[in-house]
């Protein structure tokens, strides 16, 4: 075969501990990829590349180092991709030489994530078409870490599933940690923008998704103020027709149970818009634990013990209500969207692509889709 690359075949290959081993794709080859960073190799078709991707064509023949006419006279013909990774590059390769037994049915998070990578940067997506149905249902029926969250953002971003992108997204605004800044931080505390380097461009959506947190976090904590200033700092008339002794026994009452919600729930530190705030002793500046005990807090309002209570106060649930309507207008007010119309056309024109559109045409939704 021309294309066997001499370097990772053989006792080297054994050696090596199969880091460097030889993948025969076609075997009338007349190419070799060695890809990523350990130069695994693959033995392929060059026509089978260049028909699939226009980059192919490009590359092998075109005039560059790699392309044939540069090779011709040597005895094998290879080609070095070492910023690839080796086994997103061998579904994409099975799939080209219609190795279909070869292709996952169920595939990880990790190697589609892989997979979507290259198809972006080679602009193979439209081959995933048999598989993109089945690998996004198994992928939106598993439970979603933080880490694997970044991973489906862009796997959604790159296959149009539109549902899929926003669920991410939202799941970045309410469940990841932010820094002082308002930057997001992965599961080890540190910025995701080491991680999100290595993602291809998701064209502003992370920093949409960081300006819509900041706008939540800012009218959730000034909600959280002036429900607190007003109960505990007020000079209304709260508790009509008692004795002034026995009101302000109720005022105080009011305001240590309300603060004790506050404090146990972790919304009660301070006003920054970034939202950090104690929990049990401990730090954090997780979105949905603020609402959480926002939420508790309208609870405490409107469902007290009137036994509880020195006098019955039923003003509690004027304020209760209050609450509820401020959470609900603060969150239609920037419930505008988590990206733009750009990534909306983006995401439509991909679905295409992927195949992802005309399945919902025809069958409807499927679990864990969304357009």
């Not at 009011?254 to 004790?260: D, K, Q, V």
């Not at 920037?334 to 990206?339: C, E, I, Q, S, V």
Request: aromatic share 10%.
């Amino acid at each position: 075969m021309l294309g066997v690359c001499e370097t990772c075949s053989g006792e080297e290959s054994l050696r090596s501990g199969g880091r460097k081993r030889l993948t025969v794709i076609d075997p009338e080859g007349d190419l070799t990829l060695k890809v990523g960073r350990e130069s695994r190799c693959f033995v392929v078709s060059s026509m089978r590349l260049v028909r699939a991707s226009r980059f192919f064509m490009a590359m092998l023949h075109g005039k560059f180092r790699e392309g044939k006419a540069a090779n011709k006279n040597k005895s094998s013909w290879v080609v070095k991709l070492p910023e690839d990774n080796a086994s997103g590059f061998e579904v994409l390769l099975n799939i080209i030489h219609s190795r279909t037994s070869a292709v996952p049915y169920y595939i990880t998070t990790r190697l589609l994530f892989r997979v979507t990578v290259l198809t972006d940067k080679y602009d193979l997506v439209s081959l995933l078409k048999p598989w993109t149905a089945r690998w996004c249902n198994v992928l939106g029926s598993r439970p979603c870490c933080q880490k694997g969250a970044v991973r489906r953002l862009w796997i959604a971003y790159e296959l149009g599933n539109r549902g899929d992108f926003e669920s991410m997204l939202e799941r970045l605004v309410w469940k990841f940690s932010v820094d002082k800044n308002g930057s997001f931080l992965d599961h080890n505390g540190k910025r995701l923008d080491k991680m999100l380097k290595y993602l291809p461009s998701l064209h502003g959506a992370i920093e949409g998704a960081i300006k819509y947190r900041w706008r939540l976090a800012r009218d959730y904590y000034r909600i959280l103020h002036e429900t607190v200033n007003e109960l505990c700092l007020g000079e209304g008339e709260k508790c009509l027709g008692v004795s002034l002794s026995r009101r302000n026994k109720c005022e105080r009452s009011a305001g240590a149970r309300l603060l004790w919600t506050a404090f146990t729930q972790g919304v009660l530190a301070s006003a920054m818009p970034w939202g950090r705030v104690p929990v049990r002793g401990t730090w954090t500046r997780r979105l949905d634990i603020l609402e959480e005990g926002l939420y508790e807090m309208q609870n405490s309002l409107l469902q007290a013990d009137p036994t509880s209570w020195p006098c019955n106060c039923g003003w509690y649930t004027h304020f209760g209500h209050k609450l509820r309507r401020d959470i609900t207008d603060t969150l239609k007010r920037n419930d505008y969207g988590l990206f733009s119309d750009f990534h909306f056309r983006r995401l439509n024109k991909q679905a295409e692509r992927s195949g992802l559109k005309s399945l919902l045409s025809t069958y409807g939704l499927p679990t864990g889709f969304g357009m």
